[in-house]
């Protein structure tokens, strides 16, 4: 099993990011999926799923309007657009099948002027 995620990187107060995450080893396809985000000296945060098939997607209240998740199953890969970035934003993101315990490596995302 194997979660690669990619699209981290440093931005401005405002600005945007787009993540990813490619999948192996599992039927992506036959699971729900999450981001996962651990700031600097905190513990780890859900931040947003969505279900296997796209029709419910879900998000903590603090990224509501500014994150959206997204699943490409023929891609096996899982985004998360994230708009109107602030610095409470900066953490490592992760990919996550939290249900079986797959998680990938993470991205970095800071957000700084």
């Known amino acids: 099993v194997q979660l690669v995620e990619s699209g981290g990187g440093m931005v401005q107060p405002g600005g945007s990011l787009r993540l990813s995450c490619t999948a192996s080893?599992?039927?992506?396809?036959?699971?729900?999926m999450s981001w996962v985000r651990q700031a600097p000296g905190k513990g780890p945060e859900w931040i947003s799923a969505i279900r296997t098939d796209s029709t419910n997607t879900y998000y903590v209240d603090s990224v509501k309007g500014r994150f959206t998740i997204s699943r490409d199953n023929a891609k096996n890969t899982l985004y998360l657009q994230m708009n109107s970035l602030n610095s409470e934003d900066t953490a490592l993101y992760y990919c996550?099948?939290?249900?079986?315990?797959?998680w990938g490596q993470g991205t970095q995302v800071t957000v700084s002027s």
């Open positions: 080893g599992f039927t992506f396809s036959s699971y729900d």
């Open positions: 996550a099948n939290v249900g079986v315990g797959y």
